[in-house]
């Protein structure tokens, strides 16, 4: 997994220059949690972390840019966010 995350993390990073190296390491982590969970709620079976790393990287396309604006708006995710600063 860390291969996946380690690239994923540098995409994002590359697509948000106002994210720190752990911010974006832990968006990685809670989108790519976020869609297996969702993915295994809906019933679906499980295809490999491939599908789920082709999946974070649409996400990173469409919003990476805006990631770190949606922090300050939703408190459920923002204290994870914040807590990688330090």
Avoid: C
């Avoid at 690239?7 to 106002?18: C, I, S």
């Avoid at 599908?51 to 919003?63: A, L, N, S």
């Amino acid at each position: 997994m860390k291969e996946y995350f380690d690239r994923l993390t540098v995409e994002l990073m590359n697509k948000n220059k106002n994210l720190t190296e752990d911010q974006a390491r832990t968006w990685i982590e809670l989108l790519w949690e976020d869609f297996e969970t969702t993915y295994a709620k809906a019933g679906r079976t499980y295809r490999g972390p491939n599908v789920t790393e082709r999946i974070v990287k649409q996400w990173i396309d469409q919003y990476g840019s805006r990631l770190h604006e949606f922090t300050a708006t939703n408190p459920k995710y923002s204290h994870l966010i914040k807590r990688t600063e330090h």
